[in-house]
């Protein structure tokens, strides 16, 4: 039987891409409502962890509480699979969150880090944009989790110092060429262009019309919004999940 010739129309299938989800299993920390949804399309890496003291050895507190995260873990493993994501689960036990986060984001070359938060459905994303460094990462993320699940997209950028909104239009533009070739809906990309504030506010006042978060860690605000920025600010302002793309790591 001859090969049926290919459709020179076809939008390329996007690649999953690895996505790290951090939940303190031991701390009460749950997955959130539509967060299977929105990894439906994922490779997640699950990390189960929990922050012991410095004077407790980590495999005394596998012994004593490892039976009981890895049960809720693979609790939560399940039903991300069944929306149809890959699942790898890993339970740590750490002394330092940050450190062993950044290790696993490492370790299995995750595009993303996800903050968590609960969201009812996932019909709109925000993309935030600030600069060139990365963009194609963001635009790996978006292309693979949403090309197939008819989600609008809205591309956003702040302008910055001495750049022109014709400066700015032009850098989303090239961005949803990028998305567009990917496979993601034109119909379904919108850009926005508004002048430059502070990054987090702006991006939370627009982010109020939308499902999910997407935003670079070359946002310099990024960093202090995943590891420093009190709770109580972050459930104010980010009612949603945000998935937070990662830097290339150099090479050695």
């Not at 450190?99 to 969201?119: G, K, M």
């Not at 750049?163 to 850009?191: H, K, M, Q, W, Y």
């Not at 002048?195 to 960093?223: K, L, N, W, Y």
Request: net charge negative; hydrophobic share 40%; with cysteine.
């Amino acid at each position: 039987m001859p090969d049926t010739p290919a459709d020179d129309d076809a939008q390329p299938a996007p690649d999953r891409p690895s996505v790290l989800v951090p939940l303190a299993v031991l701390e009460g920390e749950s997955l959130p409502a539509g967060t299977p949804e929105l990894l439906a399309n994922a490779r997640v890496v699950l990390l189960g962890y929990h922050v012991i003291p410095e004077q407790t050895a980590a495999e005394q507190a596998r012994e004593q509480f490892g039976e009981t995260a890895m049960s809720k873990l693979d609790e939560f493993a399940a039903r991300l699979a069944t929306a149809g994501a890959d699942v790898e689960t890993r339970l740590v036990f750490t002394h330092d969150r940050e450190t062993t986060v950044d290790r696993l984001i490492y370790e299995h070359d995750c595009l993303a880090v996800l903050v968590p938060n609960s969201t009812e459905q996932v019909e709109s994303v925000l993309v935030a944009l600030r600069g060139t460094v990365g963009v194609g990462r963001n635009t790996r993320l978006v292309a693979g989790l949403f090309a197939d699940a008819g989600v609008a997209v809205t591309l956003y950028h702040a302008l910055d110092e001495g750049e022109s909104r014709d400066d700015g239009e032009a850098f989303l533009n090239g961005v949803r060429s990028d998305l567009v070739e990917r496979g993601v809906d034109p119909d379904r990309i919108e850009t926005a262009v508004e002048e430059g504030g502070v990054p987090i506010d702006a991006i939370a006042s627009r982010a109020e019309s939308h499902d999910a978060v997407v935003m670079g860690e070359t946002d310099p605000s990024v960093t202090t919004f995943v590891f420093g920025m009190p709770s109580e600010q972050v459930a104010e302002r980010f009612l949603g999940p945000v998935l937070v793309v990662q830097r290339e790591r150099p090479e050695a």
